[in-house]
């Protein structure tokens, strides 16, 4: 019998290198050690390896299933809670991304993070990062996946304001909290309804109700909405994307390890894990594949025009996560034409959306530490004030060019088959779709590319004064904030190494449904040769022409940014209108934080609430009181302190008294 109880170490690992950490190491041990670091790094490397084991382990086992036994936690009448784990393909293939991603960032952060006085707080905060996604990914059932939900959400706010001194670090903390709130009031809203129609929080009997159909019709339908209102706020859909740009003021490790593998991913895989549901409602599957792909185009456009190397990367995150969304969203569509799903047919089909996150985690989070790494050795992210820097950090360019190629979708690197299949579900389930879908390859590469030739090719321009007066976004940790070397050069090896080790997957990934073996780990297709797999994409004309879109996109940042054939200024002056509205990303900031919050409800709803709390309640309050007070000066007068006085008062009394008694009687 295996040890199937090793699962549950996987996450028990790094909430106990964040207790050492939190309560014996930070108090007591000088930040200038690295002893927390180590500690981080071998909790969440053993984590890695017991997620590999796992997945060879769910690979072997009949129907890529594996049974752990779960622990009662609470009966309440006829309500048990039972505390588990859930251990199939989409779980083991999150864990591999998750602890993998994350040994990789850790280990960058010993050099990134190195000399910063809150050392030990950002691996305490890095470690319950991991656990709470770790747990997300493993609970059985959707209360205590709710509970995790929001301890990502926690662990965000942390990292994002790690320099909290800084008001702008401390605002985009607030924001990603309160931003991510609205969402997950979908979520705790779905949840309710799902317990009041099937009277069950786990995740299988969900399942097994919803493809039965007793669990149906408008409550599965608002349901399975609430719970992607709760994936749209986590994952930066639009409308709730907003966050996501600001969350830059945190660390660069922390953005790769958000970007990549944890918080965004979460609203991803909640989508994925309660798909069953999905199925179930038409409309909710429309409502996923649509707003995906807006968010997909919305959020390349902006890309296209930012000057921040790590904002250029974060709209492409948010790009890409559109991707997933509206490769699970178009699946479902196909699927739920075909008519007769299965648990088994609908599990399958979040296999193309959940690809794409697989090979995404690895070439983004490359993306995310390659500008940690331009970031350290120039000591900004302004990209007006890099270039030439190919000469000088040949491996840090060397390994962003492969994410790059990756993302862009280039044959045969990894982004070139998850996106491939989304393309060709979306035109399957709309041709509207596909249209926004394919749109957003060329303006993909278009802007990956403009980024990597205005970083590393030409010269340096370090030092130089940007038009418009405006200034670069400096790094803030110790050691390379503010100001940078006088000559920028190699990050040092502990930087060096994760992102070799990332370029990796990010090359190779992909190749794993090569011959159909993700998609028949997932219980999708049949598997095939190797070498027939790698080139039957290259029989199709639709791989040809989003190949040729990309290629198009190189070249013309090519042309404009790197040898100058076509001028950028004159081409943003000729379509200013465009360029005003994406460099103001379509003004939704201003129409949050100065229309909506602070017009309509600080100075608007808030002010008339605080109105009727200080002149209702509290001067009714204050009335009474003064009412007393007044009751109390008038009685106070007729104490004079005069016996004689208050004999009268007396007397007067008790012939009162006498009077009345006579006139009763």
């Known amino acids: ?53 796992g997945l060879i382990t769910v690979l072997a086992a009949p129907g890529h299933e594996v049974a752990v036994p779960a622990i009662s936690w609470a009966v309440i009448g006829d309500l048990r809670i039972n505390v588990g784990i859930m251990v199939d393909a989409l779980t083991v293939v999150m864990l591999v991304v998750v602890t993998g991603v994350s040994s990789m960032v850790q280990i960058y952060s010993q050099g990134y ?63 990603a909290f309160l931003v991510t709130r609205l969402g997950d009031f979908g979520f705790l809203a779905g949840l309710l309804a799902l317990y009041r129609a099937a009277g069950t929080f786990d995740i299988s009997q969900l399942h097994a109700m919803a493809i039965a159909g007793t669990l149906g019709g408008a409550a599965l339908t608002w349901a399975a909405i609430g719970l992607f209102a709760g994936a749209a706020g986590k994952s930066a859909q639009f409308p709730l994307h907003v966050w996501l740009p600001d969350a830059m003021e945190g660390p660069t490790p922390v953005s790769a390890l958000i970007h990549a593998a944890t918080m965004v991913a979460a609203g991803v895989f909640l989508v994925a894990r ?11 599957l ?88 331009v970031n350290h050795a120039t000591g ?71 980024a990597l030739f205005l970083t590393f090719s030409g010269e340096y321009r370090g030092g130089a004064v940007p038009e418009h007066g405006s200034t670069a976004h400096a790094s803030h940790g110790a050691g390379h904030d503010a100001h940078g070397p006088a000559k920028p050069h190699e990050s040092s090896k ?12 990010a090359v190779v990934s992909g190749f794993w449904n090569v011959t159909g073996g993700f998609s028949a780990f ?24 989003a190949l040729a879109l990309a290629l198009l996109g190189i070249f013309l940042a090519y042309a404009m940014y790197s040898k100058k054939w076509v001028s950028a200024e004159k081409i943003g002056s000729r379509f200013k209108p465009f360029y005003t509205l994406f460099y103001h990303k379509y003004w939704m900031d201003e129409l949050y934080e100065g229309v909506i919050v602070k017009k ?54 008790i012939l009162a008294i006498v009077i009345f008694v006579f006139m009763i009687g």
């Open 600 to 653: 309509t409800l600080v100075n608007g709803f808030f002010a008339l609430l605080q109105k009727i709390d200080s002149k209702g309640v509290d001067g009714a309050v204050n009335g009474i009181a003064r009412g007393a007070i007044a009751g109390g000066r008038s009685l106070r007068r007729a104490q004079t302190g005069q016996l004689q006085l208050y004999g009268l008062f007396i007397g007067i009394g």
């Open 494 to 505: 502990v930087m060096v190494v994760p992102l070799v080790l990332l370029a990796i997957p």
């Open 522 to 545: 997932f219980g999708h297709g049949e598997t095939r040769g190797f070498i027939e797999g790698l080139f039957e994409p290259l029989t199709h004309p639709l791989p040809w022409g």
């Open 113 to 175: 993070m190195q000399g910063d006085p809150g050392y030990h707080r950002y691996y305490a905060a890095m470690s319950l990062f991991t656990m709470s996604m770790l747990g997300l990914v493993l609970a059985n059932n959707i209360l205590f996946m709710f509970v995790f939900w929001e301890l990502v959400g926690l662990c965000s706010y942390l990292l994002i304001g790690f320099w909290f001194h800084k008001p702008s670090a401390a605002n985009a903390a607030k924001k």
């Open 1 to 53: 019998m295996m040890p199937y109880q090793l699962f549950w170490g996987i996450f028990l690992l790094p909430l106990l290198s964040f207790v050492i950490i939190a309560l014996f190491i930070r108090p007591f041990v000088k930040p200038e050690s690295k002893v927390a670091g180590y500690i981080t790094i071998a909790a969440i490397l053993t984590s890695f390896a017991l997620s590999v084991w």
């Open 286 to 373: 429309t409502t996923v594949a649509t707003v995906g792909a807006i968010t997909a185009i919305f959020a390349a456009s902006m890309g296209l025009v930012m000057h921040d190397i790590k904002r250029v990367v974060a709209y492409s995150t948010i790009s890409q996560l559109g991707y997933m969304m509206l490769g699970l969203g178009a699946a479902g569509i196909v699927v739920a034409h075909e008519g007769h799903v299965t648990l088994e047919v609908a599990k399958a089909a979040t296999a193309i959306g959940m690809f794409h996150l697989f090979n995404h985690a690895f070439f983004k989070a490359l993306l995310f530490l390659g500008a940690g790494s």
């Open 380 to 450: 900004t992210f302004d990209m007006r004030l890099m270039g030439g820097l190919r000469k000088v950090m040949p491996w840090t360019y060397t390994t962003f060019l492969l994410a790059a190629l990756s993302l862009a979708g280039i044959w045969p690197l990894a982004g070139f088959w998850s996106k491939d299949e989304i393309l060709l579900t979306a035109l399957e389930a709309r041709p509207a779709l596909f249209v926004l879908a394919i749109i957003t390859v060329f303006m993909t590469a278009f802007y990956i590319f403009r």
């Open 274 to 284: 309660m798909f069953p549901l999905f199925v179930g409602s038409p409309e909710a």
